[in-house]
T-cell receptor
């Protein structure tokens, strides 16, 4: 079985631009969560989606948005990019909500210049 | 929201030695999990310990949980150079969606 896949692996964007990051969960997993990890810090929770509905949102500005599709894949969108948005963006999938293990993808390294 | 805090921030040991990392948290938890991250890539789940458990083992890993002290420890025995990585604890709160909250991690370097 394929693990959690994220695309692209790296990208460089300019301040003010928009970016879309994609995540495909493990087959059978219905929950996807997004995290931002700045260098030297732990992952910070951005969003959780379960069955295509937002079930949790972290302390991030409205420039950050996400959605989950009927096949349970997900997109994270960030508008009006700032230099401070440069980070590793991680996607994690799990079978459902509640007491389940999360499996992480390898992440997308975003650099804003 | 609460956040686990790992201690020490960095640990450097020789191959064959044991490595111990600690995690403290602030409020009651449902579960506590330990993850490993190599070179800033994806996190790998190591072990989950529930709030009603005190100790769990997985291969060379031993995790303890003391809910009265709101702390957990991860012990890696007979460390190997391949254990070099960052280690994070993650907690989630009872009654809500499972959204693990991560600390800043312990950077472990194992010298061959």
């Amino acid at each position: 079985d394929a693990g959690v896949t994220q695309s692209p692996t790296h990208l460089i964007k300019t301040r003010g631009q928009h970016v879309t990051l994609r995540c495909s969960p493990i087959s059978g997993h219905k929950s996807v969560s997004w995290y931002q990890q700045v260098l030297g810090q732990g992952p910070q929770f951005i969003f959780q989606y379960y069955e295509k509905e937002e079930r949790g949102r972290g302390n991030f500005p409205d420039r950050f948005s996400a959605r989950q599709f009927p096949n349970y894949s997900s997109e994270l969108n960030v508008n009006a990019l700032l230099l401070g948005d440069s980070a590793l963006y991680l996607c994690a999938s799990s079978m459902g909500q509640g007491d389940t293990e999360a499996f992480f993808g390898q992440g997308t390294r975003l650099t804003v210049v | 929201s609460q956040q686990g805090e790992e201690d020490p921030q960095a640990l450097s040991i020789q191959e064959g030695e044991n490595a111990t990392m600690n995690c403290s948290y602030k409020t009651s938890i449902n579960n506590l999990q330990w993850y490993r991250q190599n070179s800033g890539r994806g996190l790998v789940h190591l072990i989950l310990i529930r709030s009603n458990e005190r100790e769990k083992h997985s291969g060379r890993l031993r995790v303890t949980l003391d809910t009265s002290k709101k702390s957990s420890s991860l012990l890696i025995t007979a460390s190997r150079a391949a254990d070099t990585a960052s280690y994070f604890c993650a907690t989630d709160e009872p009654g809500g969606s499972y959204i693990p909250t991560f600390g800043r991690g312990t950077s472990l370097i194992v010298h061959p």
